[in-house]
């Protein structure tokens, strides 16, 4: 069964900062690339973009725009979980953010989350 549950948003001013976490069954998390991902109202057709990559054994990671500089993206294997640490925040990071394992997430009727609120207003 995969489950994925995200946590850790909430409502921060700009230049806040927030850490997300993602716990994932075990056939998600376990040898997979996994990777954070972002709904925001600006999103086309409402769908997720990447945000941040980390490989397997965390030593590769890689950002897309404006994550590059400002996000940190980790995971513990032992807990089945990836984080995506976020500083200096702005309002267009408002968004529900959800992890995934890269390869399911490209996937038409992949499985996803609930995901977490993050909104950056003041």
């Known amino acids: 069964q995969r489950q994925l549950v995200e946590s850790g948003g909430g409502l921060v001013q700009p230049g806040g900062s927030l850490r997300l976490s993602c716990v994932a069954s075990?056939?998600?998390?376990?040898?997979?690339?996994m990777g954070w991902y972002r709904r925001t109202p600006a999103s086309e057709r409402e769908e997720r973009e990447l945000?941040?990559?980390?490989?397997?054994?965390?030593?590769?990671?890689n950002y897309r725009g404006s994550a590059q500089g400002r996000f940190t993206i980790s995971r513990d294997n032992a807990k089945n979980t990836v984080y995506l640490d976020m500083k200096n925040l702005k309002p267009e990071d408002t968004g529900v953010y959800y992890c995934n394992d890269v390869v399911s997430a490209i996937m038409r009727d992949a499985y996803w989350g609930q995901g977490t609120q993050v909104t950056v207003s003041s």
């Open positions: 945000v941040a990559t980390v490989t397997k054994g965390g030593d590769d990671t």
């Open positions: 075990r056939n998600i998390f376990a040898n997979n690339v």
